[in-house]
């Protein structure tokens, strides 16, 4: 049985900015490979695992892989180096998913799982902030698929079991650009890329953010792009990529 | 007694960011009026406080408020509308921590509780992304006043009980201009806001920034200011001020 924090999540009644672009194809942020997912069978009856389940109320096949709690039953395996993360992918939503940009459904948000499923994010939503919520909100997504608005007419979150990232591009976003950020890149900033990137005749473009914590993308995800950017002499965290691109998004999309 | 969940707490050992100017005064980011204090002592006894805090392991009192958790001790008081987010000041601080800014000790950042506590918070510091390992801290950092690196050499984390506001301005950070971020200040953007402030003679500038889920700065804490700035047509998160104002900071400070 999965006990599910209370959580909020509804339509956004903010009023349109009326100075943002309106946009023919849209732009998209995709989280890949990002170290969201539940705890592995081999890993289930591990006592770490077992113990925070039992801590949440939820068997441990309904928990998602957390290096701060399953550190232990993680350490033997070099595999899960790029795994147990779910903090990345809420912060890095969190980014998103409180800018203007996002709320006035000017910006897509997708999150590619590191081992294959992808959640489709619905317009206009406010988030959960405390992560105990986006914790039950995620576990209610993984147990039902999708989680609809009060009234049951609206999908607001969509899991899709074993859609690749190459399926998601392919199928869901279909972007006419697909630009990665990685210290393996060539060096721009996030001022040329977005600029680059959003003046072109067509707006469909994808920015690709690594959900991970450590590591490059796998070249499955690289073969995807049309663009690789090294944008800090520092290895930026998610988050903080994100929170910067689409801050520049909105300087170009809506006028100040 | 208070279970502290393991947290990961270590002086940086990044490498310094030439391109970065050195600062004679330094800037500084100070969440002010912020939504994290320990559960007040007329609600300890709420069931919701209790059942909380046995989840954690702790007493009632050595846990934070916290809405997402206490809403039913709370709905009934209009006078902590202001209250029980510390997920704000988690969302916050992971935004300025994350940043090469502050990892390059380019800026400095103290937390001002709403119920009078600062917290000056060292140089360098990699700070939890899990927010579970954030309030462990945070909770050890109440108890003991000070967290110690390893050596206990050098104090990373200081709580100043009782110490207002305007006792934090005064006498630790004094700032020539302190600058806060508000619906109801002046139309002005990011941009224009801390070019001026970092272009003047002096570098010495507090950017202050409400770490409250709602409502205004305290007339107490708007009579510090030497300016007063609105920066978005939306009311924005404090999480995603602070994420642009460092960002634009960083422009000035340090050639990209």
Redesign the interface.
């Given at each position: 049985m999965i006990r599910v924090?209370?959580f909020i999540l509804w339509m956004s009644r903010?009023s349109s900015?009326s100075?943002c672009m309106k946009q023919e194809h849209g732009c998209s942020i995709i989280i890949a490979e990002a170290a969201l997912e539940l705890v592995p069978r081999n890993l289930r009856n591990h006592q770490a695992v077992r113990a925070h389940a039992a801590?949440l109320g939820r068997n441990p096949e309904e928990t998602f892989l957390?290096r701060?709690?399953h550190h232990a039953a993680m350490k033997a395996d070099p595999s899960l180096l790029k795994h147990g993360?779910p903090?990345?992918v809420?912060?890095s939503l969190?980014?998103v998913m409180?800018?203007?940009l996002y709320?006035n459904n000017q910006i897509k948000v997708y999150v590619s799982t590191i081992d294959s499923n992808s959640i489709i994010i619905g317009e206009g939503i406010r988030f959960p902030?405390?992560?105990?919520?986006f914790d039950g909100l995620m576990a209610d997504l993984f147990e039902k698929k999708r989680i609809k608005n009060r009234n049951g007419t609206e999908v607001l979150l969509e899991l899709k079991e074993g859609e690749t990232f190459n399926q998601l591009i392919d199928q869901t976003v279909r972007p006419r650009q697909v630009l990665g950020f990685s210290t393996t890149g060539v060096t721009s900033?996030f001022e040329k890329v977005v600029s680059n990137a959003l003046s072109s005749n067509t707006l469909s473009c994808a920015f690709v953010v690594g959900g991970f914590p450590r590591g490059h993308f796998s070249r499955t995800t690289t073969g995807k792009f049309t663009g690789l950017y090294n944008i800090?002499?520092?290895g930026?965290?998610a988050?903080?990529v994100v929170?910067?691109l689409i801050?520049e998004c909105e300087k170009i999309l809506?006028d100040?």
């Open positions: 924090h209370r903010t900015l100075g801590r957390d701060s709690y993360r903090d990345i809420h912060l969190a980014a409180s800018s203007p709320l902030k405390s992560y105990s919520r900033t800090s002499k520092m930026l965290e988050h903080v929170a910067r801050y809506c100040e």
